[in-house]
C-alpha cells in the first residue's frame, strides 16, 4: 500500500512536545508500527501512514527511531529491520533507571507531554532523542567537578560502541564533543565498583515476644496521625503478631493463617510486628512472595519504616536466587567471547552503564530493565547470572565487589529480607542443619505456596538435567577446541576446585568422579535420542522412555507434550534403568567422598588454610553433597520402576514440546502433596510463620466458612500445633462496585464468536480490559482476530506469548496506559496488580479448570471429588479479586463459558449478583456500568 500523507500535521504544530534541541544535529525520522497501519514522521516533521511493507522498504532508505526495535520487527512482520532504538539511548544515558518501553513511558520519564495518539507518539520519540542527547552533552546528573573525568569516561565507552557498530555512537560522540580519534575502552565496569567490607555473624536472635497491643502501636506509627483509619487492618496487624511469640517444644512453630480481602492493608500490618521483632531481638525476618510485583511492591512500602534510604539499605535486601544476579566474572568473560558476536559489544556496553549504578546487580526485575534483555536476546543476558553454579567463591577476583556475595552476606544483617517462595524453599533443603536458616517467616501470596512447593521439591531425570550436570563436571566439551568455552570455570570441577583438593587421595576421588560423569547425557542428546542412536547408560534410558511415550500416547504428532505412566514398564526398559540406575551410584559415591575430602582438609590442615580457602571449601563440599543428593534422588526413581511408585509420589515418563519441536525427555516424580516436604523442610525448623493471601480459603456452597483447604494447601496440617487462623473481609463494596455476567449465548467452540465477545466487550468498557485464556493456543486465535479491529478504535492490545516482550513488561504497559487491554494466560492472572481505571473488565473465555494430566488424576483422587471444584473456584476467586484494588475501584467479570457451574459462583463475593445473559445485553450491562468511570 501506497502511503498516505496527512499535509495538516507536522513537527512545527505540535511544538509544545518538542524539548530544547540544543545545537545537536542529529535528525532522524520515527516510526510507530500499529496493528493496521504505521506511522511514520519524516526528520522535517511530515506525516504518514503506510503499510508494514512500505513501511520496511522506507526503513532501509533513511533508518528511523524506533521503540524497541524488536517488538518493532515483530509487529511489522519482519524479522528484523535496521533503526536507532531509542531505548538503547536511554539506557546509555540514564542506566538502572525505569522506563516504560513505550513513547509514553519514555515521555513520562524525560517529563515530556505524553502523546495521545501514534502521531504525538512519534514526535515523542524524536524529542526523546533530542532530550536524552542534550542531557549528555550537559552533563546532566554529574556534579561539576566530575564532569570532564565522567565525559571521558563515557566518551570512552561510547567510542567502543560506536567502532562495534552502535547506530547512536556518532550522535552521542557529538552530544560529548569527544574527537574521531578519541582512545576506546570502559567494558570493565567492574572496576568501578566499591569492595565489600565484612564483619563478623550476627549473634544468635534474642525470644522476646511481640504482643498484639505492641504490633498495633506499630502500625499506627507506620500509618502515621491523620492516615484513613482501617480497624481490620489493626486486628489483622495484633493477629499477624501470634507469629512472633518463642516456640516453647522443638518443631513446633507457631503458624498463624491469616485470610484478608483486598483493601484490608495486610502488607503493614505484618511489618509492624516483624519490624517490632527484628528490631527487639536482633534478627532478621524474612518476607517471602511468589510473584515479582509483590517484591517490588513490599520493598516499596518498607519505604514507610525506614524513610532514610541509607538506613534502609542497611536493614532492607531483596534477595533472590543466585541465577538472577550479574556474575561479574561471567561478564567479564563475555568481553572477551561476546565482543565479536553481532551486538555484543553494544549489549556489554549498556550492560557496563547499569553495572555502575545498579543498587543490587539483580538483571531479572531489580533496576535492569527488563527491555534490554530481550532487545539483546535472552540468552545473552542469561549467561551473564550465574545460572549453571560455576561460582569459584574465594578465588575470583571479584569476589570481594560480587553482587551475589554482597546481597547473601548483607542478608544475613539485614532485619527484614524479601524473598520469593522458591528461594525459601531451596535454602532449606541446602542449609537444613546448617543454624543459617531464618527463624521467622511471612508468607504472602500464600495461595501459591502448594505450587512453588510443588516445583521446589520434584525431581526429573531428564535429559536437560542429565547435560547440566555433566557440564557442572566436566566443562563445556561442545565449546572445547573452538575456542567457545567462557574462562577456566567452564572447562568443569576441575578447574574450579582442582586447587582445594590437595594430595593424591583427593585427585583420585576427583579423577573418579569425572570418569563417572561419562555416563550423563552428553552434548547433542536431543538429536541422538531422535535419531534413535543414544550413547550411554542414560541417554539409552530416556531413549526406552521416549519410545513408550510415542507408544501409549493417543497423537504422537501432536505439538504439545506428551506424557504417559509409568506402570507396566517392558523388560528392556527395566534393563536400562538398572544400568543407568547403576551409573549414577557409581557417580553419588565419589560426589560424597569428595566432599567429605574436602570437609577433612578444614581439620587436617586447619593451620595453613586462610579464611577465604575454608569458605570456599565449604561451598564446594556443598555443592557436591547437593549434586549427590540429586543423583541419589534419580536413582531412587529408577529403582522404584520395577517395584510400585511409593504412594506420597507421582512418576510418569514425558516428552516436552514446544511449537512441535522435542524440547526435553524424561522421567518425573512430584509429591501429591508438596505441602508435606515444605512443612518438614520450612514450617518444622521455623520457630513462627505467617501464612497470609487475600484468598486463602476455598468456598463451597455448603461450607462457605471452611479452613480445611487452607491447612491442606499450606501445609498446616502436617505441624503437630494447630494453626491460628483469622479471616478478615474485604472493606470495598464488591455489590456495588462489581458486576459478574456469565454469557450464556457464545459458543465457546467457535473462534469466530469468541473473537466477536471479545472485541465489543473490549469496546463497550473503552479498553482498560484483562481478556485471560487456559490455553495459549485460543489467546493467538483471538488476537489475530481482534487486534486491528480494535486498533483501528484506538484501542491498544498486548499479548502474552505474542508480543515480544517479557510478561512484567506488558503488565507495567497495561497498567501505565489507561485503555490498553492485555490477552494473557495464569503468569497474567496471578502477576496483576493494577489499581485504577486501567483495569475495569476482565473477560475469561473458560472455566479455568485444572489441566487433566497425570499429576492431577493422582491428586484428585487423593484430596477427593471436591478437588477440581476448589482449584477452579479458587482461580475465579483471585481473578475477579484483580478487579478492585482500591476503595474507588470499578468493575465487570464476564465469563464466556456458559458452563460455569453454579457451585463455582461462590468464588465471588458474598451479595454480587451473577447475572446468566445473552452477549448483547452483557456488552450493554458493561457499557452501561462503566460508562462514568
Ligand atoms: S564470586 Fe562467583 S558469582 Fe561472584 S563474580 Fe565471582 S564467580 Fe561470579
Given at each position: 500500500m501506497v502511503g498516505r500523507p496527512i499535509p495538516a500535521y507536522s513537527a512545527a504544530s505540535m511544538s509544545t512536545l518538542t524539548p530544547n534541541p540544543g545545537n545537536l544535529e542529529f535528525a532522524a525520522p520515527a516510526l510507530i508500527a500499529g496493528a493496521r497501519l504505521t506511522t511514520w514522521l519524516s526528520a522535517e516533521g511530515e506525516i504518514e501512514e503506510l503499510s508494514s511493507a512500505a513501511a520496511i522498504a522506507r526503513a532501509r532508505d533513511e533508518i528511523p527511531i524506533a521503540c524497541h526495535a524488536i517488538a518493532t520487527a515483530y509487529r511489522l512482520g519482519a524479522r528484523t529491520f535496521a533503526a536507532y532504538d531509542i531505548l538503547e539511548l536511554f539506557a546509555f544515558t540514564r542506566p538502572a533507571q525505569f522506563c516504560l518501553p513505550t513513547p509514553g513511558g519514555l515521555a513520562i520519564a524525560l517529563n515530556l507531554a505524553p502523546p495521545r495518539d501514534a502521531a504525538e507518539g512519534a514526535l515523542a520519540l524524536q524529542g526523546a532523542a533530542r532530550a536524552l542527547l542534550g542531557e549528555l552533552a550537559a552533563g546532566h546528573g554529574i556534579p561539576e567537578r566530575r564532569r570532564e573525568r565522567e565525559r571521558e569516561r563515557l566518551g570512552a565507552l561510547a567510542m567502543t560502541m560506536a567502532r562495534a557498530g552502535w547506530r547512536w555512537g556518532p550522535a552521542v560522540l557529538a552530544a560529548l564533543s569527544v574527537p574521531s580519534d578519541n582512545s576506546s575502552g570502559g567494558?570493565?565496569?567492574?572496576?568501578?565498583l566499591p569492595e565489600r567490607e565484612d564483619g563478623p555473624p550476627p549473634p544468635t536472635p534474642s525470644d522476646y515476644a511481640i504482643g498484639p497491643d505492641a504490633a498495633r502501636e506499630k502500625l499506627a506509627a507506620l500509618i502515621g496521625a491523620g492516615a484513613e483509619s482501617r480497624p481490620q487492618q489493626f486486628d489483622y496487624a495484633a493477629a499477624a503478631a501470634g507469629a512472633f511469640v518463642p516456640r516453647q517444644e522443638a518443631d513446633m512453630p507457631r503458624l498463624v493463617l491469616a485470610e484478608a480481602g483486598t483493601g484490608v492493608g495486610k502488607t503493614l500490618g505484618y511489618i509492624a510486628p516483624a519490624s517490632l521483632w527484628a528490631r527487639r531481638n536482633g534478627g532478621t525476618v524474612w518476607l517471602s512472595t511468589y510473584t515479582r510485583n509483590l517484591q517490588r511492591q513490599i520493598d516499596g512500602e518498607l519505604d514507610r519504616l525506614y524513610p532514610d534510604p541509607k538506613q534502609k539499605r542497611r536493614n532492607v535486601v531483596v534477595r533472590k536466587g543466585?541465577?538472577?544476579?550479574?556474575c561479574l566474572l561471567n561478564y567479564e568473560d563475555a568481553t572477551k567471547s561476546l565482543a565479536t558476536a553481532p551486538g555484543g559489544t553494544v549489549a556489554l556496553g549498556l550492560i557496563a552503564r547499569w553495572v555502575e549504578n545498579s543498587r543490587d546487580g539483580d538483571m531479572v526485575g531489580g533496576d535492569f530493565p527488563s527491555w534490554l534483555a530481550t532487545l539483546f536476546g535472552g540468552g545473552t543476558i542469561a549467561g551473564l547470572t550465574d545460572r549453571r553454579g560455576e561460582c569459584i567463591y574465594s578465588a575470583c577476583r571479584h569476589y570481594s565487589k560480587c553482587f551475589i556475595e554482597r546481597s547473601r552476606r548483607e542478608s544475613e544483617r539485614a532485619e527484614i529480607v524479601v524473598a520469593n517462595h522458591a528461594l525459601v524453599m531451596s535454602r532449606a533443603v541446602l542449609e537444613a542443619g546448617s543454624g543459617q536458616l531464618p527463624m521467622r517467616y511471612v508468607f504472602d501470596e500464600g495461595h501459591h505456596v502448594f505450587d512453588a512447593a510443588d516445583s521446589a521439591f520434584s525431581a526429573h531425570v531428564a535429559g536437560s538435567e542429565g547435560a547440566e550436570l555433566r557440564r557442572w563436571l566436566l566443562g563445556n566439551e561442545a565449546g572445547r577446541g573452538r575456542g567457545g568455552a567462557r574462562g577456566g570455570r567452564a572447562r568443569g570441577l576441575e578447574a574450579r576446585i582442582g586447587d582445594l583438593i590437595g594430595g593424591d587421595d583427593g585427585l583420585a576421588i576427583q579423577q573418579n568422579v569425572l570418569r563417572a560423569a561419562g555416563a550423563l547425557a552428553a552434548p547433542g542428546w536431543l538429536q541422538r535420542l531422535t535419531d534413535g542412536a543414544p550413547s550411554g547408560p542414560m541417554e539409552v534410558f530416556l531413549a526406552k522412555a521416549r519410545q513408550v511415550v510415542l507408544a501409549r500416547v493417543d497423537n504422537d504428532r501432536s505439538p504439545y507434550g506428551l506424557e504417559v505412566s509409568v506402570q507396566e514398564p517392558a523388560a528392556d526398559l527395566l534393563q536400562a534403568a538398572s544400568e543407568a540406575a547403576t551409573s549414577f551410584e557409581a557417580l553419588r559415591r565419589p560426589l560424597l567422598e569428595l566432599g567429605r575430602h574436602l570437609i577433612a582438609r578444614l581439620d587436617g590442615d586447619a593451620d595453613e588454610l586462610d579464611t577465604p580457602t575454608r569458605l570456599r571449601i565449604e561451598a564446594a563440599a556443598r555443592s557436591l553433597k547437593r549434586r549427590a543428593d540429586m543423583v541419589q534422588a534419580w536413582r531412587s526413581m529408577l529403582l522404584d520402576l520395577e517395584l510400585d511408585t511409593p504412594g506420597h509420589f507421582v512418576d510418569w515418563f514425558a516428552i516436552e514440546r514446544v511449537a512441535g519441536r522435542d524440547r526435553d525427555i524424561g522421567m518425573h516424580r512430584h509429591w501429591v502433596d508438596p505441602s508435606q516436604p515444605f512443612a518438614e523442610a520450612v514450617?518444622?525448623?521455623?520457630?513462627g510463620v505467617l501464612i497470609t493471601s487475600a484468598t486463602l480459603r476455598d468456598n463451597p456452597p455448603d461450607a462457605p466458612n471452611d479452613w480445611s483447604a487452607a491447612e491442606v494447601r499450606t501445609g498446616a496440617l502436617h505441624l503437630p500445633l494447630p494453626a491460628e487462623r483469622l479471616s478478615l473481609a474485604s472493606p470495598f463494596d464488591y455489590p456495588g462496585a462489581t458486576r459478574v455476567l456469565v454469557v450464556r449465548d457464545v459458543n465457546r467452540n467457535k473462534p469466530e464468536q469468541v473473537a466477536a465477545a471479545y472485541r465489543e466487550l473490549f469496546l463497550a468498557s473503552g479498553g482498560g480490559a484483562l481478556g485471560l485464556f487456559t490455553a495459549i493456543q485460543r489467546l493467538r486465535t483471538i488476537h489475530e482476530r481482534i487486534a486491528k479491529p480494535l486498533d483501528e478504535e484506538g484501542i491498544p492490545l498486548l499479548a502474552q506469548h505474542v508480543d515480544a516482550m517479557d510478561t512484567g513488561t506488558l503488565v507495567d504497559i497495561f497498567r501505565a496506559e489507561e485503555n490498553t487491554c492485555l490477552l494473557g494466560t495464569d503468569a497474567v492472572r496471578d502477576g496483576v496488580d493494577v489499581p485504577g481505571r486501567s483495569l475495569r473488565l476482565i473477560v475469561f473465555d473458560?472455566?479455568?479448570?485444572?489441566?487433566?494430566d497425570i499429576l492431577h488424576r493422582a491428586r484428585k483422587k487423593s484430596f477427593g471429588d471436591g478437588y477440581d471444584d476448589m482449584i477452579a473456584r479458587l482461580r475465579l476467586k483471585q481473578a475477579y479479586g484483580r478487579l478492585l484494588r482500591r476503595a474507588d475501584d470499578k468493575g465487570v467479570f464476564v465469563m464466556l463459558d456458559a458452563m460455569l457451574p453454579t457451585r463455582l459462583t461462590t468464588a465471588f463475593s458474598p451479595g454480587v449478583e451473577i447475572q446468566r445473559v445473552g452477549l448483547a445485553e452483557a456488552i450493554q450491562k458493561t457499557r452501561a456500568f462503566l460508562n462514568y468511570y
Open positions: 567494558l570493565n565496569a567492574w572496576h568501578r543466585r541465577e538472577n544476579y550479574l514450617l518444622r525448623p521455623a520457630h473458560r472455566v479455568p479448570w485444572p489441566r487433566p
